[in-house]
């Protein structure tokens, strides 16, 4: 009985999708795009901006990346939270990988804590079933 109830909770939640571990994040909204590093800054102040170049949609872009310590003409991923063409002059831009909602993991490892719950649950209500032991003999 354990089991059949631990494997309905996985189909549950695998069909309420990914807002079941969290709220639905913009990353529909934000566009992730390759970038150069023009104007690398140096770590040592605080509050550092990197310029970095863009395209998108065939037009060059500039953004101010918050960060430092690139090198000159390296290559990242970056997100847009705002489209380029409706901002004068440099776009405020994030690192892809560190940008909220953007390959967010949520729901793999909600659903495999969840997994690991289940197994617990359904070993714990197996181990109270089969009573205690008797002595090794």
Do not use: N
């Given at each position: 009985?354990?089991?059949?109830?631990?494997?309905?909770?996985?189909?549950?939640?695998?069909?309420?999708?990914?807002?079941?571990?969290?709220?639905?994040?913009?990353?529909?909204?934000?566009?992730?795009?390759?970038?150069?590093?023009?104007?690398?800054?140096?770590?040592?102040?605080?509050?550092?901006?990197?310029?970095?170049?863009?395209?998108?949609?065939?037009?060059?872009?500039?953004?101010?990346?918050?960060?430092?310590?690139?090198?000159?003409?390296?290559?990242?991923?970056?997100?847009?939270?705002?489209?380029?063409?409706?901002?004068?002059?440099?776009?405020?831009?994030?690192?892809?990988?560190?940008?909220?909602?953007?390959?967010?993991?949520?729901?793999?490892?909600?659903?495999?804590?969840?997994?690991?719950?289940?197994?617990?649950?359904?070993?714990?209500?197996?181990?109270?079933?089969?009573?205690?032991?008797?002595g090794l003999a």
């Amino acid at each position: 009985m354990a089991v059949v109830t631990g494997i309905l909770l996985l189909l549950g939640a695998w069909w309420m999708g990914p807002s079941l571990f969290g709220p639905a994040s913009a990353a529909s909204e934000r566009q992730v795009v390759d970038a150069t590093v023009v104007e690398p800054v140096d770590c040592t102040a605080a509050d550092t901006e990197e310029t970095v170049r863009f395209r998108l949609q065939g037009k060059i872009y500039k953004g101010l990346l918050s960060g430092c310590g690139h090198d000159q003409d390296e290559k990242l991923s970056i997100a847009l939270a705002e489209d380029p063409s409706k901002v004068d002059g440099p776009v405020e831009v994030a690192l892809a990988a560190t940008e909220p909602g953007v390959r967010d993991l949520r729901r793999p490892v909600g659903l495999g804590l969840l997994t690991l719950g289940c197994a617990g649950g359904g070993t714990y209500a197996f181990l109270l079933a089969r009573g205690p032991r008797s002595g090794l003999a």
